[in-house]
Each structure stands twice: as C-alpha cells, then as structure tokens.
C-alpha cells in the first residue's frame, strides 16, 4: 500500500492554481502514471455507461450504457467481443453468475433479461416489476437473482425456471441498490427513502432497516445511492447522494466508521478482492480509493474526462466502478460514454 496519502487540491475554481495546487497536481498525476497505468479505454457506447462488471475468471468486462445495449469486452486485449441487444430502455445494472455462464441486465423499460455469455443470446426476460429496474445482483450460489426497482419493490427470481419467488415491499420510494451477503443469508437493498432494507433469506425477516439520521442528528439525511458488502462479509458500506460512505458491521449493524474525500459524491462503490480497499466514483470523472482499514482515502485521481451536463449545469459522474477477480486491473465507466481499464500496480 502506498504510504502517502494523496488528495486532490485542484478545482474548477477561476484564477490560476497556487504554488501548493500545482504540487499536489504533480504528485497526483506521477502517482496515476506509477501505480494506476491506463491500459484500454473501450469506446463504442453512444450514450452514458451505468454500470459494469467483470466476469468471475477475469477474462471479460460488461458494461451496460443508456445506448440500451450490453457490451462485452475481452479484458486482455481491450476489444469487444459482443454486443447484446434487446432492452428498450437504459440498461442500468448488469451482473454476471457465480459460474460466468450467465450475465443479468437490468433495464429502464422494467425487464431483466438473461444472456448466455458464451452466444450472445437471450436466456429469458424476466417481467413483473412495474418501473424501471436499477440494479441486479446474483446470490452466491447462483441459484437466486435480486432485482431493485423504482416501483419500490425488490424482487427474487430463480435462475433456473424465470419465476418470480419472492417480491419485498420494504421501501416507500424507488429501490437503487441491492446486494446479498457473501454467504448468501442475507439480501439488503438501498433506496432513496434515505433507508436500508434487510431481510434475512432463512426465514424472510426483514430486519431493521439502517438509516444514518440517528447518527447526523438535525444534519441533512440523503437518499442512499449503492450498497456493497466487504468480500469477507463483515462490512456493509452504503453510499449516500452526499458522497459519504457508511461501512456498517453486520454482527450488530452499528457504524464502524464514515469515509468522505474531495469530489467523492457520486454513486458508485465497490471493494477490491481482498478487502483493503474501497473505490467510488465522483463528478469530474475523479475516483476515490480508501483504505478500508483506516478510513484514509488514499488517492484522489481522475480517470476520466470532465463533463458538465449543459441541462443542469452539474457536473457528470464516474456512474460505476469495479475490481478484476485477481485485484489486478481497475475499470470504471462514466458519463463520457468510455470504460477506462487501469493496472493496479500499488506497492
């Protein structure tokens, strides 16, 4: 692990850099240069990129985009091998199985659809939320897929049939984010009502829901925007539309600690192989990577280019962020219509 903590100092602000500022821009772009080396930026989506994944043996990368497509890319020599057409909407989750075989896109137009990764072709569509699905995620066996969806509701399907096995209506506003555990007991789902769901699979619990207004008091409480549990199970850290991480501990559902950084708010979150590391993406194309054990964000780059949205005059994120298996290679896909895929070389 690098031992220098590298945070960003520069802005958009007018008016030239200081002395300090431009230190700090050096050492930020010899510290990318050094340990996170560009390797590919795939090209080939004509609309914002919202999420992507790796396959389980590390050899692909998918990426779904507001294009309405799912592209499949061969991580080794940047290339796309596929593209999946089909959805009639923004594809805003995607996930591969347990085994690679099959990759889950979720989709503005309400459907999630299975794809046989090896062909191309379309498994089944599932059907049956009633809005927009905004994330999918498999269980550890592969057996159960979860859907999160703006008609509030979460949904369990079996991968084997397509049937609809279970439908939680834990939330009063749209569902952003959903994530099992990695032993598979439990389901927790994220939501703009500012709270957590948990349901505990065993039995169908459903378990307190988490929010973050008994620690901030009369400070304001956002919308929770992306979940992800640590690779060993024992964090779960949200992300909030402030751009504060949450990692709570699952034994007792208590705050172990909250992460901020500069130019961190956005919605993506995800944690390296081995746990050490937690990456969000953040507006200006920057991204964030702390080190989980302490809380420090350790670097503070920026990856991809800085878009400012000319309808609201806000800046666009980096929409999603993600981990090779083996902890090698970084990605992340943005506003800018690219996935960029960088060595993690960190000593």
């Not at 500022?21 to 919202?50: C, K």
Request: net charge negative; aromatic share 8%; with cysteine.
């Amino acid at each position: 692990m690098c031992p220098q903590t590298i945070t960003s100092t520069s802005n958009l602000n007018a008016g030239p850099p200081s002395a300090d500022e431009v230190q700090a821009i050096i050492v930020e772009w010899l510290t990318q240069i050094a340990y996170f080396p560009t390797l590919f930026t795939l090209t080939g989506h004509t609309d914002t990129v919202w999420r992507i994944a790796f396959s389980p043996d590390g050899s692909l990368l998918a990426s779904g985009s507001a294009d309405q497509t799912v592209k499949l890319w061969d991580v080794t020599s940047g290339k796309e091998v596929r593209t999946l057409r089909g959805h009639t909407g923004s594809v805003n989750s995607v996930a591969f199985a347990p085994d690679g075989k099959v990759l889950a896109s979720g989709s503005r137009d309400g459907t999630v659809k299975l794809w046989d990764v090896a062909t191309g072709e379309e498994v089944r569509t599932l059907t049956g939320h009633k809005d927009g699905v905004s994330s999918v995620v498999f269980s550890p066996d592969g057996k159960l897929l979860a859907s999160g969806a703006w008609d509030n509701t979460v949904r369990l399907w079996d991968v084997a049939s397509g049937k609809q096995v279970n439908a939680f209506k834990d939330h009063t506003e749209l569902v952003t984010s959903v994530a099992f555990s990695p032993d598979g007991r439990l389901l927790a789902s994220a939501s703009n009502d500012k709270t957590i769901g948990l349901r505990d699979l065993a039995s169908g619990e459903r378990l307190r829901p988490l929010t973050n207004s008994e620690l901030l008091g009369s400070a304001p409480v956002y919308e929770i925007l992306r979940l992800a549990f640590s690779p060993d199970g024992t964090l779960l850290a949200s992300r909030s539309m402030s751009g504060k991480v949450t990692l709570w501990s699952p034994e007792n559902w208590q705050v172990v600690r909250m992460l901020w950084a500069p130019n961190s708010d956005g919605s993506s979150l995800a944690f390296s192989p081995d746990g050490r590391l937690l990456a969000g993406g953040g507006p200006y194309g920057w991204v964030t990577f702390w080190d989980v054990s302490s809380g420090e964000a350790l670097h503070v780059l920026r990856l991809h280019t800085a878009i400012v949205n000319p309808n609201v005059g806000l800046p666009e994120d980096v929409n999603a962020v993600a981990f090779s298996p083996d902890g090698k290679l970084f990605a992340s896909g943005s506003n800018d219509k690219t996935v960029i895929v960088t060595a993690l070389n960190l000593p």
